[in-house]
């Protein structure tokens, strides 16, 4: 058992989303009872321990730093986003306050999940709107500081569009 434990927990360390304990058993060639078994002691490891690590079960398994430990690794690592969460993040950093219906209009369904990871790093607030049926989307001061920008996103929506038009011109 120790040894499967081992093999879990590097394959939790490689991974970057949630696995259930069938996937990881097909991974590992056992069966997911077996796996989630071993998992079950590794949880119960980790939680024994005083470290910084976790496993979380919320939505299948995955290591994890424990949350009283992030602002050291904010501090270290940048916030990595993919390619569709920085263009939702572009636009409503362009078009700020922006109606979250607007943005699903624009960007499709994903956006709400979207939305919902760029709630959870802290780059955008989400307030109704005052017919409350929607909410406004505004960038959050860790957004301009970890892009470093100085001041409003307005200024730099301004200077993007000037950058197009005039590159538009050079190219008539």
Do not use: W
Not at 47 to 68: T, V
Not at 134 to 155: H, I, Q, V, W
């Amino acid at each position: 058992m120790e040894q499967l434990k081992t093999r879990i927990e590097a394959v939790l360390f490689t991974t970057a989303k949630a696995l259930t304990a069938k996937e990881i058993g097909e991974i590992l060639e056992v069966e997911p009872d077996v796996a989630e078994e071993a998992l079950l002691e590794l949880i119960m490891d980790y939680s024994s321990r005083d470290g910084a690590l976790e496993i979380d079960d919320d939505n299948g398994y995955i290591l994890q730093l424990k949350e009283e430990y992030m602002d050291i690794v904010e501090k270290l690592c940048p916030v990595d986003l993919k390619t569709a969460v920085q263009k939702t993040l572009t636009i409503i950093a362009l078009k700020e306050p922006l109606r979250q219906t607007t943005l699903i209009e624009m960007r499709g369904s994903t956006a709400y999940e979207h939305v919902q990871e760029l709630l959870e790093k802290g780059f955008i607030s989400k307030t109704k709107d005052k017919n409350g049926r929607s909410y406004n989307l505004k960038t959050t001061p860790k957004f301009a500081e970890y892009f470093k920008l100085k001041g409003d996103t307005r200024a730099l929506a301004k200077m993007l569009d000037l950058e197009k038009k005039v590159s538009d011109e050079k190219a008539q």
